[in-house]
C-alpha cells in the first residue's frame, strides 16, 4: 500500500502551550489547532490570557486551560506539598478565571492541560490525580482533559467520567516506564526538528515511543504537544505542521 493510502483520514490534534511570556504566540498560532494558556499561576495574567485567545480565536485554535502549581518562582516545574482539597481550589479557581475571560471574548474553553510538575505529578500520584480531575468535573465535566497516556491520571479521569486525549511530546523524551524524562536529566529536550518530527510521527502514525534507554514502548495519543517556551519553538511549529500535511495527516482540534 502507498503512504497515502495507510494514513489517509488520519489526524491529529497539535498543541501549543502558551500565554507564557515567550513574545512568539502568534507566530505559533497558524501551525497548531490547540493553545494551552497559562491560567495566572505559573505564568501570564488576565491581560495575557485575553490577548492569547483572541489570537487563538483568529486562527481558530481550540482553547485550553493551562493550570499549574502556584509557583511563579519556578515556572510551576517543581512539585508543592499541597492538600488534596488546596490543590482542588487551586486549579477550580484557574480553571474558573479563563474561563470568564474566554467567555467575555465570546469563546468557550474546549479543554484542560495541567502544566509542568503538576502533570508529571497527576501522571503518578492517585491523590493529585484525583484533585485535578474533580476541579475539571466540578466546572465542566464536557471539558476535555490532555494528560499522559497510560497514567494514572488517565484512569481517574476515565472513572470519573472525563474525556481523557492522550498526549505525546514532540520536544520531550520519555523513559522506558513511558513517564517524560525529568528535566534535570541529560537528552531530556529534543532540539532537532528532525528528530522531534520522526518521534511525533513514530507516536501518530505508529502508537509506539522510541525511550531514552533504547527500548520501543506502546504510545497511542490523539494529540501532539510542542512547548511554547522552548528555543525552536516557531521552528518546530512549522516543521511538524508541514510534516503531518507531507503525509496527509489533517491537523484539527
Partial sequence: MSGL????????????????????????????????????????????????????????????????YPDREHFGRIEIQMTADELYSEVLQQIQLIQKIAREEGASLHHVKPHGALYNTAAKKIEVAEAIAKAIHDVDASLKVYGLPNSVFETVCKAMGLEFVGEGFADRTYNNEGQLTPRSMPHALITDSTVAIEQAMNMVQRGMVQTVEGSLIPMQVKTICLHGDGAHAIEFAKALHDAFHLQHIAITH
Fill in 5 to 68: 493510502s495507510i494514513h489517509l483520514g488520519m489526524k491529529i490534534d497539535l498543541n501549543c502551550d502558551m500565554g507564557e511570556g515567550m513574545n512568539n504566540d502568534a507566530q505559533i498560532m497558524p501551525y497548531i489547532s490547540s493553545a494551552n494558556i497559562a491560567c495566572g499561576a505559573h505564568a501570564g495574567d488576565a491581560s495575557i490570557m485575553q490577548q492569547t485567545i483572541r489570537i487563538a480565536q483568529q486562527h481558530n485554535v481550540a482553547i485550553g486551560a493551562h493550570p499549574s
